[in-house]
């Protein structure tokens, strides 16, 4: 079963920076696969952040205005976003995955509260 274990999240004021991680194990390789970061706010739908291909090719949500960088380590199985100028609005629980089509299963999501 592959595991997908999200941190590096917390309380920062806007303004601030944070660098998530995602970590991949198990029986699935995150190694050939377009990885994802999500975010999901209250009350809101589970929206597509950014991209990365294995060889690093990079999308973003149009809504982000290049505050964020997702990248990635393949020897690691790691993926991670950087998020500088951070605003309130990028509050909400942040998820890896495999894109488009998800693993089985979930992480926990690693929280992200900006202060105004």
């Known amino acids: 079963q592959v595991q997908l274990v999200e941190s590096g999240g917390g309380l920062v004021q806007a303004g601030g920076s944070l660098r998530l991680s995602c970590t991949v194990s198990?029986?699935?390789?995150?190694?050939?696969?377009?990885m994802g970061w999500y975010r999901q706010a209250p009350g809101k739908q589970r929206e597509l952040v950014a991209t990365?291909?294995?060889?690093?090719?990079?999308t973003y949500a149009s809504s982000l205005k290049g505050r964020f960088i997702i990248s990635r380590d393949n020897a690691k199985n790691a993926v991670y976003l950087q998020m500088n100028s951070l605003k309130p609005e990028d509050t909400a629980v942040y998820y890896c995955?495999?894109?488009?089509?998800?693993?089985?299963?979930w992480g926990q999501g690693t929280q992200v509260t900006v202060s105004s």
């Open positions: 995955n495999s894109h488009p089509l998800p693993y089985d299963r």
């Open positions: 198990g029986t699935i390789s995150q190694a050939n696969r377009r």
């Open positions: 990365i291909t294995t060889d690093g090719s990079t």
